[in-house]
């Protein structure tokens, strides 16, 4: 199963490898940063306050929605979790996106396998997210049951890890 979902990193990531490699050097804002994937996310942390935060000595695992997975949220949902007076909400939202410590690839796929094909973990939020596989896929399942896979692993940065994901997860 990890040979599965290793191959199937590896060919959905391919053009992640040079940004990977450079990305050693950087912190997990300026990898976000740099990505054309991940201008909404961006400017998410930045209305949230949370560029400083994240630019911390961590480590942390962010599972970054690309902006394919805000273009899901109903119309008007980003515009309006942007606005300054909805600030709580978002950097809420947001940090539940974020897990303390460095979980790679590896690590993700080894405690599933530990968990007897599930793992629970903790967000920065103090929400709580699943991690499973479905078929050669890691999917996360969040507090009110929506899912998203993981599309691309590994981003290690100076202070933590990204791994891209196709949904944003939603805490109660």
Do not use: C
């Given at each position: 199963m990890k040979t599965l979902f290793a191959f199937a990193v590896l060919a959905i990531g391919m053009t992640f490898s040079?940004?990977?490699?450079?990305?050693?050097?950087k912190s997990i804002v300026d990898i976000a940063v740099g990505s054309p994937d991940h201008t909404t996310l961006v400017a998410a942390v930045k209305a949230a306050d949370l560029v400083g935060t994240l630019q911390g000595a961590g480590p942390f695992t962010v599972f970054a929605p690309a902006n394919s997975a805000f273009d899901k949220l109903p119309a008007g949902t980003v515009a309006t979790l942007l606005k300054p007076e909805n600030k709580a909400t978002l950097a809420k939202i947001l940090t539940y996106h974020v897990v303390a410590g460095n979980l790679d690839s590896t690590a993700v796929v080894n405690a599933i396998?530990?968990?007897?094909?599930?793992?629970?973990?903790?967000?920065?939020?103090?929400?709580?997210?699943?991690a499973m596989m479905e078929g050669k896929n890691v999917v996360l399942k969040d507090e009110k049951g929506g899912k998203s896979t993981i599309t691309a692993v590994d981003l290690k940065g100076t202070n933590g890890v990204i791994h891209v994901i196709d949904t944003v997860v939603m805490p109660n």
């Amino acid at each position: 199963m990890k040979t599965l979902f290793a191959f199937a990193v590896l060919a959905i990531g391919m053009t992640f490898s040079s940004a990977a490699a450079s990305a050693q050097s950087k912190s997990i804002v300026d990898i976000a940063v740099g990505s054309p994937d991940h201008t909404t996310l961006v400017a998410a942390v930045k209305a949230a306050d949370l560029v400083g935060t994240l630019q911390g000595a961590g480590p942390f695992t962010v599972f970054a929605p690309a902006n394919s997975a805000f273009d899901k949220l109903p119309a008007g949902t980003v515009a309006t979790l942007l606005k300054p007076e909805n600030k709580a909400t978002l950097a809420k939202i947001l940090t539940y996106h974020v897990v303390a410590g460095n979980l790679d690839s590896t690590a993700v796929v080894n405690a599933i396998k530990k968990g007897n094909g599930k793992v629970e973990l903790t967000t920065v939020s103090g929400g709580r997210l699943w991690a499973m596989m479905e078929g050669k896929n890691v999917v996360l399942k969040d507090e009110k049951g929506g899912k998203s896979t993981i599309t691309a692993v590994d981003l290690k940065g100076t202070n933590g890890v990204i791994h891209v994901i196709d949904t944003v997860v939603m805490p109660n």
